[in-house]
């Protein structure tokens, strides 16, 4: 018996897939490893691909290599990869600050909040209506997603000296407040001039979870009581919802953030409601939930929330607070 021809085979079974796929709508997978480079040669022919899975060895992806793939749901990208990572089914840069492609039969997805910017032919074959959402929603993060110094307004930044507050003139000066002065040492011991000011605000956000504790207290406060609240949860490291909602707060509105307070009812874990505080902040033009108290209490799940999604809802709000220093 002869020796079998293997490749004069597989010849023969990929026209017979390409065939099928054709015919029948046959799902088609592609895997993009073993090789460095990505253009649009690479997966010429096969206009029916569906998902596409990048390789560790992969170190450069061409702006046209998913052109004309009207198919393509999903791209997953190996851990291993240095330069590319996938989120959502989408291909991204390593750091996810840039949208590479967002597949053209894909109806959704979730984009990072890292994601500023759209690589050329990212948005290829994507309806009109989505583009126009996809590239609103990046734009939207593009100006809400800063470095400390691109920051509008009265704000801490980092200095050589230390963390200071920036004046509405620029001049960066010493706090002057015992509060200022502990909202200071909080972002400096959470953040870094490295970081964006979406970045500062979650370090800042989890370091106030990790650093406090409750204290049960059945005051509601009322007046003005926010600054008071504050200063007290970051002298002595505990205090109840009402303290950390203001504590919070001011840390937000210290990273140059619009904040509110909010005190409310919400769905008490004995059954009923029961009295609660928590913070408003206005990332882009839309206004969502911190909660650092449930935070610290539950694990996690409370960190930019909407009213809808909320984990421990419903939540009433009643009474808000606007935060200044």
Same mark, same amino acid.
């Given at each position: 018996? +002869?020796?079998?021809?293997?490749?004069?085979?597989?010849?023969?079974?990929?026209?017979?897939?390409?065939?099928?796929?054709?015919?029948?709508?046959?799902?088609?997978?592609?895997?993009?490893?073993?090789?460095?480079?990505?253009?649009?040669?690479?997966?010429? +022919?096969?206009?029916?691909?569906?998902?596409?899975h990048i390789g560790s060895?992969?170190?450069?992806?061409?702006?046209?290599?998913?052109?004309?793939?009207?198919?393509?749901?999903?791209?997953?990208?190996?851990?291993?990869?240095?330069?590319?990572?996938?989120?959502?089914?989408?291909?991204?840069?390593?750091?996810?600050?840039?949208?590479?492609?967002?597949?053209?039969?894909?109806?959704?997805?979730?984009?990072?909040?890292?994601?500023?910017?759209?690589?050329?032919?990212?948005?290829?074959?994507?309806?009109?209506?989505?583009?126009?959402?996809?590239?609103?929603?990046?734009?939207?993060?593009?100006?809400?997603?800063?470095?400390?110094?691109?920051?509008? +307004?009265?704000?801490?930044i980092h200095t050589p000296?230390?963390?200071?507050?920036?004046?509405?003139?620029?001049?960066?000066?010493?706090?002057?407040?015992?509060?200022?002065?502990?909202?200071?040492?909080?972002?400096?011991?959470?953040?870094?001039?490295?970081?964006?000011?979406?970045?500062?605000?979650?370090?800042?956000?989890?370091?106030?979870?990790?650093?406090?504790?409750?204290?049960?207290?059945?005051?509601?406060?009322?007046?003005?009581?926010?600054?008071?609240?504050?200063?007290?949860?970051?002298?002595?490291?505990?205090?109840?919802?009402?303290?950390?909602?203001?504590?919070?707060?001011?840390?937000?509105?210290?990273?140059?953030?619009?904040?509110?307070?909010?005190?409310?009812?919400?769905?008490?874990?004995?059954? +009923?409601?029961?009295?609660?505080?928590?913070?408003?902040?206005?990332?882009?033009?839309?206004?969502?939930?911190?909660?650092?108290?449930?935070?610290?209490?539950?694990?996690?799940?409370?960190?930019?929330?909407?009213?809808?999604?909320?984990?421990?809802?419903?939540?009433?709000?009643?009474?808000t607070w606007t935060i200044?220093?």
């Open positions: 018996m +002869g020796r079998l021809n293997i490749s004069f085979y597989k010849r023969i079974l990929a026209a017979v897939l390409v065939i099928l796929e054709c015919l029948i709508g046959f799902r088609l997978d592609a895997k993009a490893s073993g090789i460095t480079q990505i253009d649009s040669s690479t997966f010429r +022919g096969s206009p029916n691909i569906t998902t596409i060895d992969v170190t450069d992806i061409s702006s046209n290599a998913f052109r004309g793939l009207m198919a393509l749901k999903s791209i997953t990208v190996s851990e291993n990869n240095s330069f590319y990572t996938s989120y959502s089914n989408c291909l991204y840069n390593k750091d996810k600050t840039e949208l590479l492609c967002f597949p053209a039969a894909l109806t959704g997805a979730n984009i990072p909040e890292t994601v500023t910017s759209i690589g050329k032919n990212a948005l290829y074959g994507v309806s009109d209506s989505l583009k126009e959402e996809i590239r609103s929603v990046v734009e939207s993060q593009a100006q809400n997603n800063l470095m400390e110094w691109q920051v509008p +307004g009265e704000h801490f000296y230390g963390v200071k507050w920036r004046d509405a003139a620029g001049n960066a000066t010493d706090p002057d407040t015992d509060l200022k002065k502990l909202i200071a040492s909080v972002l400096e011991a959470s953040t870094t001039d490295s970081m964006t000011q979406r970045q500062q605000l979650e370090n800042a956000f989890n370091y106030l979870v990790n650093s406090v504790s409750y204290e049960r207290k059945m005051d509601v406060p009322i007046g003005d009581w926010t600054g008071s609240y504050a200063t007290d949860m970051l002298l002595n490291g505990k205090g109840n919802c009402y303290g950390y909602a203001a504590a919070f707060g001011y840390i937000a509105k210290g990273l140059g953030f619009e904040t509110r307070v909010c005190s409310g009812m919400v769905q008490s874990s004995l059954g +009923g409601k029961t009295p609660h505080a928590w913070n408003e902040v206005k990332l882009g033009d839309r206004w969502y939930i911190f909660d650092s108290e449930m935070q610290d209490a539950k694990g996690e799940g409370y960190y930019k929330q909407t009213y809808d999604s909320y984990p421990a809802g419903p939540i009433e709000k009643q009474l200044y220093y």
